[in-house]
């Protein structure tokens, strides 16, 4: 007996050294970047959502047109609202604070606005004096915010994430709360979980005429038959405006890995992704259904629809980690096969819109170009005007009934009549000013 308990602890000593050893081995000293998330709780953020003096553009998102008043979105951090009632006199009327916002769609008065994974319904007819009207929680529950990593919804509304260079020797037993990892790079979440994130009178005369406003060509939220469609990375969710201070959700549409963008024409919905220009029939506007897609390299695209042809711009230099920079234009007469008609090259290409036979292209640094396009197979020996000021041309408005453009650039918000399609003329810019 006693020679048996002799063996055991022996044995006991040895798998304890083993077991150390093998500790030992499984450690590595490395410098790395931590992430640790930021935190604000449901009511602070629910509380700071109010009208407020205007301030200068910062670093703008999403642009939108609707009753003499353009609004910008401030990225993260809420909309500018601009009186443009003349053009050659932009007045910035005020700013509406909505955390976590970055994209906007308007309906008579009312505007929506998500708000990190929320979406929010405002009243906006005196920009100056904003009114909550509804708050439906966690309807975007695909919101990312870094690496498909999001923080744990009992600390509250993730709302950044703090950067810190360490060096550290880091055990095996570490690597259980590593939800990120390459060499030299980690991301902590200090043990939270994964899972999506819980939240909790203008000079115009106001925002207030029927009907829906008008988006950029990057919009991810659109109106149509008296809904709001919504995109995130995966998913078009519908809302129901048939009351629109009250929108119901009524449905979620799983679409595919990293859409964009997403265009209105007649009943059918145009989105773009990474992959491809994806179409759905919405006839029942409660219940969109697959079409049809045109499928691409893996780039960015924005489309715009104007009589049974697309338009659709390609470009590298982007999270989409494509390589190609090309206008395409496609043939959409038959909705349940979309077909090439052909393809244009293009410097660094962005957003893009339509009046008429004028196509505008927001082509990057290289400028906003002009096109005739009723010559559908010679685009490129149609252009009638470049505009080049030493900046990034990212997107744009046109609005037909007053011939004049709404131009986001990388400098600012700029404003062109384009009475003259061959020569258009910079009636004013709000610049960014960087603070």
């Given at each position: 007996?006693?020679?048996?308990?002799?063996?055991f602890?022996?044995?006991?000593l040895?798998?304890?050294?083993?077991?150390?050893?093998?500790?030992?081995?499984?450690?590595?000293?490395?410098?790395?970047?931590?992430?640790?998330?930021?935190?604000?709780?449901?009511?602070?953020?629910?509380?700071?959502?109010?009208?407020?003096?205007?301030?200068?553009?910062?670093?703008?998102?999403?642009?939108?047109?609707?009753?003499?008043?353009?609004?910008v979105?401030?990225?993260?951090?809420?909309?500018?609202?601009?009186?443009?009632?003349?053009?050659?006199?932009?007045?910035?009327?005020?700013?509406?604070?909505?955390?976590?916002?970055?994209?906007?769609?308007?309906?008579?008065?009312?505007?929506?606005?998500?708000?990190?994974?929320?979406?929010?319904?405002?009243?906006?007819?005196?920009?100056?004096?904003i009114?909550?009207?509804?708050?439906?929680?966690?309807?975007?529950?695909?919101?990312?915010?870094?690496?498909?990593?999001?923080?744990?919804?009992?600390?509250?509304?993730?709302?950044?994430?703090?950067?810190e260079?360490?060096?550290?020797?880091?055990?095996?037993?570490?690597?259980?709360?590593?939800?990120?990892?390459?060499?030299?790079?980690?991301?902590?979440?200090?043990?939270?979980?994964?899972?999506?994130?819980?939240?909790?009178?203008?000079?115009?005369?106001?925002?207030?005429?029927?009907?829906?406003?008008?988006?950029g060509?990057?919009?991810?939220?659109?109106?149509?038959?008296?809904?709001?469609?919504?995109?995130?990375?995966?998913d078009?969710?519908?809302?129901?405006?048939?009351?629109?201070?009250?929108?119901?959700?009524?449905?979620?549409?799983?679409?595919a890995?990293?859409?964009?963008?997403?265009?209105p024409?007649?009943?059918y919905?145009?989105?773009?992704?990474?992959?491809?220009?994806?179409?759905?029939?919405?006839?029942?506007?409660?219940?969109?259904?697959?079409?049809?897609?045109?499928?691409?390299?893996?780039?960015?695209?924005p489309?715009?629809?104007?009589?049974?042809?697309?338009?659709v711009?390609?470009?590298?230099?982007?999270?989409?980690?494509?390589?190609?920079?090309?206008?395409?234009v496609?043939?959409?007469?038959?909705?349940?096969?979309?077909?090439?008609?052909?393809s244009?090259?293009?410097?660094?290409?962005?957003?893009?819109?339509?009046d008429?036979?004028?196509?505008?292209?927001?082509?990057?640094?290289?400028?906003?170009?002009?096109?005739?396009?009723?010559?559908?197979?010679?685009?490129?020996?149609?252009?009638?005007?470049?505009?080049?000021?030493?900046?990034?041309?990212?997107?744009?408005?046109?609005?037909?009934?007053?011939?004049?453009?709404?131009?986001?650039?990388d400098?600012?918000?700029?404003?062109?009549?384009?009475?003259?399609?061959?020569?258009?003329?910079?009636?004013?810019?709000?610049?960014?000013?960087l603070?």
């Amino acid at each position: 007996m006693m020679k048996t308990l002799k063996i055991f602890s022996a044995l006991l000593l040895i798998g304890f050294l083993l077991s150390s050893c093998v500790q030992n081995q499984c450690t590595s000293v490395r410098t790395y970047v931590k992430y640790t998330p930021i935190y604000k709780g449901y009511e602070e953020v629910k509380n700071s959502v109010a009208s407020e003096e205007p301030r200068t553009i910062n670093n703008p998102g999403k642009i939108y047109f609707k009753d003499d008043y353009i609004l910008v979105n401030e990225i993260n951090e809420g909309i500018h609202v601009i009186d443009v009632s003349n053009p050659s006199a932009p007045v910035n009327v005020s700013f509406i604070n909505i955390p976590g916002n970055l994209d906007l769609s308007i309906m008579g008065h009312v505007l929506y606005a998500d708000c990190f994974v929320d979406l929010i319904s405002i009243d906006i007819s005196d920009p100056q004096h904003i009114q909550v009207l509804d708050w439906d929680e966690d309807v975007f529950p695909n919101r990312v915010w870094f690496n498909g990593i999001r923080g744990n919804p009992d600390s509250g509304i993730l709302i950044g994430w703090k950067e810190e260079l360490v060096t550290d020797t880091i055990p095996c037993d570490d690597f259980n709360d590593i939800l990120y990892w390459q060499e030299g790079r980690v991301v902590y979440l200090d043990n939270a979980s994964m899972g999506g994130v819980k939240s909790g009178s203008a000079a115009g005369g106001g925002i207030s005429s029927p009907g829906a406003g008008t988006g950029g060509s990057l919009a991810r939220f659109t109106i149509s038959n008296s809904h709001l469609y919504a995109i995130d990375q995966l998913d078009l969710h519908v809302f129901d405006l048939s009351n629109n201070e009250d929108p119901r959700l009524k449905n979620d549409i799983s679409i595919a890995f990293n859409i964009e963008t997403i265009f209105p024409y007649k009943d059918y919905l145009f989105i773009g992704g990474r992959s491809g220009v994806y179409i759905y029939d919405a006839s029942d506007p409660e219940l969109p259904v697959y079409l049809s897609e045109f499928t691409h390299a893996n780039n960015c695209d924005p489309v715009v629809v104007q009589d049974d042809v697309a338009y659709v711009t390609l470009r590298d230099g982007t999270p989409c980690q494509g390589s190609s920079n090309q206008l395409d234009v496609l043939d959409v007469s038959d909705i349940s096969n979309p077909t090439l008609i052909k393809s244009y090259p293009m410097s660094n290409p962005h957003g893009l819109g339509l009046d008429g036979n004028t196509l505008f292209i927001c082509d990057g640094d290289a400028g906003l170009k002009v096109f005739d396009k009723s010559d559908l197979q010679n685009i490129d020996q149609h252009l009638l005007s470049t505009v080049k000021n030493g900046e990034k041309y990212l997107d744009i408005i046109p609005i037909g009934s007053s011939r004049f453009a709404i131009v986001m650039t990388d400098a600012g918000v700029c404003l062109y009549d384009y009475q003259n399609p061959s020569q258009l003329i910079n009636l004013s810019c709000l610049p960014i000013i960087l603070n």
